[in-house]
Every structure is written in structure tokens, then in C-alpha cells.
């Protein structure tokens, strides 16, 4: 029989983020938002809960948990606040994920205790100015001298790249030519911050997210040593397709999340709001719409909650991610757009949470891959 109820331990994590989520995130949420500033006392509060720990192993300073405890984290705080969810999604999914999934003994030890307890964050280096979801386009280059990686290229869009307590971050560059394929070699390399030549350059000023960290790169001439290598030369692109399928899940999380926090506040305001004498809630048209909303975040849950059993169960998952991503970053912008509607004027105010979902969603449709790139990996496995 299938059951689709949360196990203890996993409901454990929910109520303890969830309360998190509404005592400690929600009330800053507005402030940092307004102000775009990066939340450290939160993103601290995160790592003494272990959260960013969550999937990696105890002996490596984490929880010793699995993916989905993360992704139910993310959809707790995603309901509140996403610029604090991807935070927390970038620097464990694409953060330390690399690292955990790919990396040797000693650069597991070096890196992930500080990383699995929010001391330090990591960025996750793949996009470039025309090498968006064409990764393999990578122009970035890295040659191997005397014993070092001479890195020159530039990176786009990287979350938690430009923080006080960012310690690294990893770059697919251009390695050398496949002599069987004469296609590039790309490669992953890890790259401290403060590498004399990587240049952490101005923060983007984005319509939402304002309050995550997100930065171009410049590398020019980096050194970084030849044993910070991440994982097999050569497999750098496949080792990032792997990192892009688990954070796709993660993302459909945090979408769920968004599209549950907008549903919260329109069924609220739906039952206090009245309008010709009855809550705007009695009248069809609104009652409906927030049933719609209902919908979608029970289908994006539900997409969620598939992917990641097939993840945990060892089998294929890559079609289920982009089902899930593609659902649920929909749901999200859709439930954005109708809270927004049902709030009226004040929906348009900056201040109200519906405003800044509505202002956030739309780039859970772009990143970790857009829906054009989910409904092409969906068609191509129909055969299409």
C-alpha cells in the first residue's frame, strides 16, 4: 500500500523548521528584503540548527540525514522567505554537494565540517555569459602549470559567492581537448576565495531574491593548485548534470513552499476581507480561484515527493526532477500571481508577503534550468 504519510523523524523536522520558519525568518523578511542585505544572523541560526548539514555524513560534521529532509526544510522556508531558502539550497545543493558527492578524502575534510555547520558557504560556478543551459558552450579555460591551474574565464548568476563567510567556490572550466571526440574536456576545480586573480565582482540589483547573494566572476590568470582538481578530469560537465538533477528536486521544494505561502495568505485574507457586506472568500470567483491554488500545491508536492523516493531508492530520477521542477516552479508563479490578485492593492505593496513572492517566483522558472530545458528533457524521454 502506498503511503504518502511523513514518517516521524521527518514530520520532527518539519514542525522544528516550521517554527523556525514563522518566530525567526518571517519577521526579517521585510527588513532584508527593503534593504537588500544577506541574512547572517538567520543563516546562522540555520547552521546551529544543522540545517545545511542535513545529507552529509556525520564524519564530515553533518547530520548523517538524506535529500529529502533538506527538501522539506526548503519547502518550510520557502513559504516564508525565499531569498533565505535559496540560500540554504545553493549552499548545500550546489554548494556542498560537489564536494561531498565528488571530492577526495582530504578535500571532504578540508571543506564540508565548516560548510555542513553554516560557517562558511560555497558557490557553484557552471553559468557563463553565453553557457547558460548550454553548459557545455563553456568558454571558461584552466591549463595545468608547474603544478597549478591557471583559471581565466568568467561565471554568472552564483549564489553565495560574494558573502563575509564564502570560502570557495567551484568552477567548470576547460581543460584540455578529448582526443577520441575532439570535444572539450571540462573539468571542475575548487577555488578558495581570495585566490589572487578571482575577482568577486558587484552584486546584481535582481527583482527578487534581493536579500540572497548572487555575483558575476572574473578569473583571470587564478592559480589554484593541481590537487584542487574535483573529482575525475574530464567529468566535470557530467559531475554537474548529477549536482543539477538533485537540485532540481530541492528547487521543486522551495517552489512548493512559495506556491503553500502564497495559498496561506489568500485563503487567510479571503475569510477577513469583506466585501458588499460577506468575506470576499463567499463570493465563487474567489473561492475557486484559491481552490485552484489548493491544487497546484498539492500537485507539486506530490511531484516533489516522487522524485526524491526514486532518488533515495537508487534508481533513475532524472525525469521525475524535471516533472518536479517544472510543476512546481509553475505552481508558484501561478499562485503568486492569483494571491496578488486576491489581495488587491495591498498585494502590490513591497511589504506584503504575496508581493514578494510575486516578485520572487518567476526565477524559480529559470534557474537550475528553465522550464523550456524541463519540457525538453520530458520530451526526449517519450522519445520525442
Known sequence: MLDLELDEHYQDLVNVVREFANDVVAPRSAHHDATHTFPYEIVAQMGELGLFGLPIGEEFGGMGGDYFALALALEELGRVDQSVAITLEAGVSLGAMPIYRFGNQDQKERWLPDLAAGKSLAGFGLTEPGAGSDAS????????????????????????????????????????????????????????????????????DKVGWRASDTHPLTFNDAQVPEDHLLGVRG??????????????????AL??????????????????????????????????????????????????YAAAAKMLAGKDFKVEAAHAKLIASEAAMDNARDATQIFGGYGFINESLVARHYRDSKILEIGEGTSQVQLMLIARSLGL
Open 235 to 252: 567529468r566535470g560537465y557530467a559531475h554537474f548534470l548529477e549536482i543539477l538533477d538533485e537540485g532540481r528536486i530541492a528547487m521543486a
Open 255 to 304: 517552489a512548493t513552499g512559495a506556491a503553500q505561502g502564497c495559498l496561506d495568505e489568500a485563503t487567510q485574507y479571503a475569510k477577513d476581507r469583506t466585501s458588499f457586506g460577506a468575506p470576499i472568500g463567499s463570493y465563487q470567483s474567489v473561492s475557486f480561484t484559491i481552490a485552484r491554488m489548493a491544487s497546484r500545491v498539492h500537485t507539486a508536492r506530490l511531484a516533489y
Open 137 to 204: 558552450a563553456t568558454r571558461t579555460k584552466a591549463e595545468l602549470v608547474d603544478g597549478h591551474w591557471n583559471i581565466t574565464g568568467s561565471k554568472e548568476f552564483i549564489t553565495n559567492s560574494g558573502t563575509d563567510i564564502t570560502s570557495l567556490v567551484t568552477v567548470t572550466a576547460v581543460t584540455g581537448v578529448d582526443e577520441q571526440t575532439g570535444r572539450k574536456e571540462i573539468s571542475t576545480l575548487i577555488v578558495p576565495s581570495k585566490t589572487p586573480g578571482f575577482t568577486v565582482e558587484p552584486a546584481y
